[in-house]
Nanobody, 129 residues
């Protein structure tokens, strides 16, 4: 069974850094891109409310970022390890969320949760002031 497994979450202070990893067990070449989404704490956590953070294409390594993280977060991939990373610097309290990675087998790296085919279980990031 193909899975995505996130790791690296934790508790940090404002201004700290953290690196998340997303490891895939998919040995095929069907993944076009891997993205990170996040979902802030709240009572009604709906799938569609996950917010796009960043994405990277498997071939070429093109990257895309949400405006709120540009200049602070960097997404990268290591195809040999089938792992995608999210380096998060200058963390802010509003970065507190559960972070999910997801892969799309389509031909676009979009910001829509509906375009992604496989999801991980998420990892919690908490930024304390």
């Amino acid at each position: 069974q193909v899975r995505l497994v996130e790791s690296g979450g934790g508790l940090r202070q404002v201004g700290d850094s953290l690196r998340l990893s997303c490891a895939s067990s998919d040995h095929t070449d069907r993944t076009y891109a891997t993205a990170w989404f996040r979902q802030s704490p709240g009572k009604d956590r709906r799938f569609v409310d996950r917010a796009f953070v960043a994405a990277v294409t498997r071939i070429g390594g093109a990257t895309y970022y949400a405006e709120s993280v540009k200049g602070r977060f960097t997404v990268s991939r290591d195809n040999a390890k089938r792992t995608v990373y999210l380096q998060m610097n200058s963390l802010k309290p509003e970065d507190t969320a559960v972070y999910y990675c997801a892969t799309t087998w389509g031909a676009r790296a979009t910001a829509s949760v509906r375009d992604y085919d496989l999801w991980g279980q998420g990892t919690q990031v908490t930024v304390s002031s």
